[in-house]
């Protein structure tokens, strides 16, 4: 490698390690995109009915607040109430279905071995010093919990600066491209900008489906604090795999305060509900969305807790779909699918299993004479030239017409 190659290796180097170290707040930026690009799409269709874009920003953000200041005021206050009545309820269920496990156990069959199982006695004791820690990092958890609000604050702002002037940055994030790509890197954000749209509109129904059909048939079994379980299924559905998983754990503990039917009740109903949001909901509205196989989705949400945190969980998706996008359409169209270099082999005289390079003017006819041959076709022996070049031309292609010998007379 040259001089010049090792250094641009090394400056690739030294920015990997950088971004690294700013992975956190890279993941802030890519959330205040995904929250622009959403609000972008209404914006757009407020200039698309006239309006211009300095009044369609305002807007959507009057409009965006609107919605806020009625959600606080009248969905928040009684989810918190039945939040909160649903934290006191959950140790007594808790011992509740210890006790249950430690019933079933003991009336289990003779011939199965002993299932030796923690007292919920043991269990109490054992999870004191997880109470006791959490006590001590009391201080620590309001600290987190500023970091979280100025984190919070910071992706509003950066939202705000986003919608505002969309062009301008999305200029400047073209700058970093080559100037020969940057055509094509555009085309590629204005995939990445439908898929994201197409995502967070079909995960908004999605969640809004699910929350009003696990609310109606909580009430329908007279579950206790219907409005808490609805509401948190919605919101855990933004997390795949994971969040239809917890949802069902807290209905399921308060059911079987009242009835163990209940519970199962319960159960089956939370898998009719994942069932026709599986296999017919996410088919019709998420038909435009970009597809994801489920394993790949459930390592992603891996990958990005690992190494993000919570938020890499709570992103995976977004992260997921602008990372396939991208694969997509820079590694499999732009370099894998154009790389085709296999020579082309053709047959040489009349035998058939002699093979050679592609069909090309011999080296000869392109530098000065090499061979006895081409020495005797010198420009002073015209016919000497011709025979040579017409010897030439049946070596090469001997199947031309113009080149095959006369047949005989018959």
Same mark, same amino acid.
């Given at each position: 490698?040259?001089?010049?190659?090792?250094?641009?290796?090394?400056?690739?180097?030294?920015?990997?390690?950088? =971004?690294?170290?700013?992975? *956190?707040? &890279?993941?802030?930026?890519?959330?205040?995109?995904?929250? %622009?690009?959403?609000? #972008? +799409? $209404?914006?757009?269709?407020?200039?698309?009915?006239?309006?211009?874009?300095?009044?369609?920003?305002?807007?959507?953000?009057?409009?965006?607040?609107?919605?806020?200041?009625?959600?606080?005021?009248?969905?928040?206050?009684?989810?918190?109430?039945?939040?909160?009545?649903?934290?006191?309820?959950?140790?007594?269920?808790?011992?509740?279905?210890?006790?249950?496990?430690?019933?079933?156990?003991?009336?289990?069959?003779?011939?199965?071995?002993?299932?030796?199982?923690?007292?919920?006695?043991? =269990?109490?004791?054992?999870? *004191?010093? &997880?109470?006791?820690?959490?006590?001590?990092?009391?201080? %620590?958890?309001?600290? #987190? +919990? $500023?970091?979280?609000?100025?984190?919070?604050?910071?992706?509003?702002?950066?939202?705000?600066?986003?919608?505002?002037?969309?062009?301008?940055?999305?200029?400047?994030?073209?700058?970093?491209?080559?100037?020969?790509?940057?055509?094509?890197?555009?085309?590629?954000?204005?995939?990445?900008?439908?898929?994201?749209?197409?995502?967070?509109?079909?995960?908004?129904?999605?969640?809004?489906?699910?929350?009003?059909?696990?609310?109606?048939?909580?009430?329908?079994?007279?579950?206790?604090?219907? =409005?808490?379980?609805?509401?948190?299924?919605?919101?855990?559905?933004?997390?795949?795999?994971?969040?239809?998983?917890?949802?069902?754990?807290?209905?399921?503990?308060?059911?079987?305060?009242?009835?163990?039917?209940?519970?199962?009740?319960?159960?089956?109903?939370?898998?009719?509900?994942?069932?026709?949001?599986?296999?017919?909901?996410?088919?019709?509205?998420?038909?435009?969305?970009?597809?994801?196989?489920?394993?790949?989705?459930?390592?992603?949400?891996?990958?990005?807790?690992?190494?993000?945190?919570?938020?890499?969980?709570?992103?995976?998706?977004?992260?997921?779909?602008?990372?396939?996008?991208?694969?997509?359409?820079? =590694?499999?169209?732009?370099?894998?699918?154009?790389?085709?270099?296999?020579?082309?082999?053709?047959?040489?005289?009349?035998?058939?299993?002699?093979?050679?390079?592609?069909?090309?003017?011999?080296?000869?006819?392109?530098?000065?004479?090499?061979?006895?041959?081409?020495?005797?076709?010198?420009?002073?022996?015209?016919?000497?030239?011709?025979?040579?070049?017409?010897?030439?031309?049946?070596?090469?292609?001997?199947?031309?017409?113009?080149?095959?010998?006369?047949?005989?007379?018959?």
């Amino acid at each position: 490698m040259k001089l010049g190659q090792w250094l641009g290796f090394l400056c690739l180097a030294i920015a990997l390690v950088i =971004l690294w170290q700013i992975r *956190q707040i &890279l993941l802030l930026v890519f959330t205040a995109v995904v929250l %622009a690009t959403a609000l #972008n +799409s $209404l914006v757009q269709r407020f200039q698309r009915a006239g309006m211009r874009r300095s009044a369609a920003v305002p807007l959507t953000l009057g409009l965006l607040l609107l919605v806020n200041i009625l959600f606080i005021v009248l969905i928040v206050p009684p989810f918190l109430n039945q939040f909160l009545r649903l934290v006191e309820l959950l140790p007594r269920a808790f011992a509740e279905v210890l006790e249950w496990v430690e019933y079933l156990v003991n009336q289990q069959p003779t011939w199965l071995p002993e299932l030796e199982l923690p007292t919920p006695s043991n =269990l109490t004791r054992e999870l *004191q010093p &997880l109470f006791r820690n959490l006590l001590e990092n009391f201080f %620590a958890f309001f600290s #987190n +919990s $500023l970091t979280a609000v100025l984190q919070f604050l910071l992706v509003i702002v950066l939202t705000i600066m986003f919608l505002a002037d969309p062009t301008s940055y999305r200029q400047a994030f073209l700058q970093l491209f080559p100037s020969f790509y940057r055509r094509r890197a555009d085309e590629i954000l204005v995939k990445c900008e439908v898929s994201l749209g197409n995502w967070l509109a079909g995960i908004l129904i999605n969640s809004l489906f699910i929350a009003t059909l696990s609310g109606v048939g909580l009430w329908i079994l007279q579950i206790q604090l219907v =409005l808490a379980h609805a509401l948190l299924a919605g919101l855990l559905n933004f997390i795949p795999n994971i969040g239809p998983t917890l949802s069902v754990v807290f209905p399921l503990t308060i059911a079987l305060l009242d009835a163990p039917w209940k519970a199962v009740a319960v159960l089956i109903l939370y898998l009719v509900i994942q069932q026709i949001e599986s296999y017919w909901l996410t088919p019709t509205v998420m038909a435009q969305q970009i597809s994801l196989l489920p394993a790949g989705t459930l390592v992603a949400q891996i990958f990005f807790a690992n190494f993000f945190g919570f938020l890499g969980l709570l992103l995976a998706l977004p992260l997921t779909v602008v990372a396939k996008t991208w694969i997509e359409e820079v =590694l499999i169209k732009d370099v894998l699918d154009k790389w085709d270099k296999k020579p082309q082999w053709i047959s040489v005289g009349v035998t058939e299993g002699l093979a050679t390079l592609p069909l090309v003017d011999p080296v000869e006819r392109d530098f000065p004479f090499t061979d006895s041959s081409a020495k005797d076709a010198a420009p002073g022996n015209a016919a000497s030239a011709e025979a040579v070049a017409s010897q030439d031309g049946q070596a090469i292609a001997p199947n031309n017409p113009e080149n095959a010998p006369p047949e005989p007379p018959i």
